[in-house]
Structure formats: C-alpha cells, structure tokens
Nanobody, 122 residues
C-alpha cells in the first residue's frame, strides 16, 4: 500500500485557480497510476483526471481544457492544476492510486488520500 496525502484545497471565486498536490509514501511509484476523483454532496465519486507512470493522461469532459494533471516521480507527487474554476467544481477531491495503468472507476483504486475540500463561490 501507498500512503497518499493531499493538500491545496480551499475557497476560491469562480474563474479562479487552485493547485492540489498529493504526495505518496510507502512504495515506489514505478508502474503506479494516480488519479484525482471528486465527490459532491449527494453525487457519486467521479474520476476527474488520471496519469500513468508513463505520463499518459486522462481527463473527464467536464474539466478538459481547464484542469491539468502532472506528476513528479522524483518527488513522489502528483498535481492537479485547476483553472477557470466553476461553482459546479465544488466537491471533496481525493487522490487515488493503483498498480498498473489508470482506470475509470473508483473501486479499481486501492490507495486513497483523506480528501481535500474545494469550494468555488459564484
């Protein structure tokens, strides 16, 4: 198992930016995919973005062009740069990891962070 710790959430006005970070410990990140999920009240947890060890990325349609996922393997850290934020981006954001390549579904991820709240005001 890897231990994942997120940081960087907060309150921002619509149109603003935030950067989330997730640092992993406890295992090598070789052949390990990382993803950012979010969950708003009353809604299912959804994949926002994911990145494989090789750097291949995935974005949901709702954030494509606004969010950027990246990873620094030397620092065991994955980032989610969120620009042009909208009120509908408000949610708890979770970092998740799994061995192998990224997957769409939350239940395919073995390791989870504690979550960080992102609130976008209109």
């Amino acid at each position: 198992h890897a231990q994942l710790v997120e940081s960087g959430g907060g309150l921002v006005q619509a149109g603003g930016s935030l950067r989330l970070s997730c640092t992993a410990s406890g295992r090598t990140l070789s052949n390990y995919a990382l993803g950012w999920f979010r969950q708003a009240p009353g809604k299912e947890r959804e994949l926002v973005a994911a990145i494989n060890w090789s750097g291949v990325t995935y974005y949901s349609e709702s954030v494509k062009g606004r969010f950027t996922i990246s990873r620094d393997n030397a620092k065991n850290t994955v980032y989610l740069q969120m620009n042009s934020l909208k009120p509908e981006d408000t949610a708890v954001y979770y970092c998740a990891g799994r061995a192998g390549t990224s997957r769409m579904n939350w239940y395919d991820y073995k390791d989870w962070g504690q979550g960080t709240q992102v609130t976008v005001s209109s």
